[in-house]
């Protein structure tokens, strides 16, 4: 695998453990983060203890939150934005695949609007100011990592909506399940 990066919109850093570079990427837009990521396989790989001895190499406060499932839910959202609010958090660092982004997505978002982060999504509230987001991907297939779309699910009546930095290291994806990624595949296939 060559190393190498590809920026259009979105910064992408390709290579080979590429993931120590994140507290040097995060530096340039942040002292303070969330770091936000699902139930604990970024812990099992090692990858959680790399991501936080970069941050912490290059003097980056952070906060966590996790617990993003699949098809990700407002309720965590809410729950983020209030703890970027209270700790005056002012960068995202998403690690994971689509659910953490979008999840991470909705949080930059909500973080600076005044009404409810549902109203983005239900059309009723305009987006003004974003906080930025970086990411790590650990499981290729939605492409949130280049989109500015986020899909969230509303658990008072389970709605799903969508709201109109990446760190890629490919041999992290060895790490994954072949069931997880064969699930992913499976995802993409278009319903009849």
């Known amino acids: 695998m060559e190393n190498f990066e590809f ?3 979105t910064k992408i ?3 080979k453990d590429t ?3 994140v507290g040097f990427e995060v530096s340039k837009y942040s002292k303070k983060v969330l770091l936000h990521y699902g139930g604990g396989s970024i812990k099992k790989t090692g990858l959680y203890d790399k991501v936080v001895l970069s941050l912490k ?3 980056i406060d952070f906060i966590e939150l996790s617990g993003v499932r699949p098809n990700p839910r407002l309720g965590l959202v809410k729950e983020g934005i209030e ?8 960068f995202i660092l998403a690690v994971g695949g689509g659910s953490v982004i979008d999840s991470a997505k909705a949080i930059a978002a909500g973080v600076n609007y005044q009404g409810n982060v549902w ?3 239900e059309g009723k509230g305009e987006l003004e100011e974003v906080i930025p987001i970086g990411v790590i991907l650990t499981i290729p297939a939605t492409g949130s990592e ?3 779309a986020s899909i969230i699910t509303n658990e008072e009546g389970w709605y799903k909506e969508h709201l109109q930095i990446i760190v890629l290291d490919l041999s992290l994806l060895y790490l994954i399940q072949n069931l997880l990624i064969l699930y992913q595949v499976i995802k993409l296939q ?3």
């Open 190 to 192: 278009p319903v009849a």
């Open 13 to 15: 850093i390709f290579g």
């Open 119 to 121: 109203d983005l999504y």
């Open 83 to 90: 703890k970027c609010r209270e700790e005056n958090v002012n």
């Open 146 to 148: 280049t989109s500015d």
């Open 7 to 9: 920026q259009n919109e």
């Open 19 to 21: 993931e120590l570079k």
């Open 57 to 59: 190499d290059n003097d």
